[in-house]
């Protein structure tokens, strides 16, 4: 390429080869129609084959971090142990309150009985 400038033209040569233009311009199907196919399948597998490597390698990191703990809270123990006291606690108290409410229910029966008891010991000595 050359430049030449004289005081009001300015004129540029460009030396271009015909024969290297007409090859860029062509499309690769022109030269081999199969190419264009074969080169779409080849990316389609390697970002299928790529993708399978990355969920696999995915899966063995968690069954990893799964098997040394490393996913679990570090106070989990913690919770663990205080839902449990709570839950035994909950127990404790509803089998206190089944024997009390058991207990009141004989007593309160036992004292109808012996209202009943006396009322009748009063009739029949009334009699």
Not at 52 to 71: Q, S
Not at 107 to 113: D, L, R, V
């Amino acid at each position: 390429m050359s430049h030449t400038n004289n005081t009001n033209e300015t004129t540029i040569e460009c030396n271009i080869d015909s024969q290297n233009v007409n090859k860029q311009i062509q499309p690769m199907d022109v030269e081999n129609p199969n190419r264009s196919t074969f080169m779409n399948r080849a990316i389609d597998n390697t970002i299928f084959v790529s993708y399978k490597i990355y969920k696999g390698i995915e899966y063995i990191g968690d069954l990893i971090v799964d098997f040394l703990g490393l996913a679990d809270s570090h106070y989990q123990f913690h919770v663990d142990e205080y839902n449990l006291r709570e839950a035994e606690k909950k127990r404790k108290q509803e089998k206190k309150d089944k024997i009390i409410s058991n207990m009141e229910s004989q007593s309160s029966s036992s004292t109808n009985n012996n209202n009943n008891n006396t009322t009748q010991e009063e009739q029949s000595s009334s009699i």
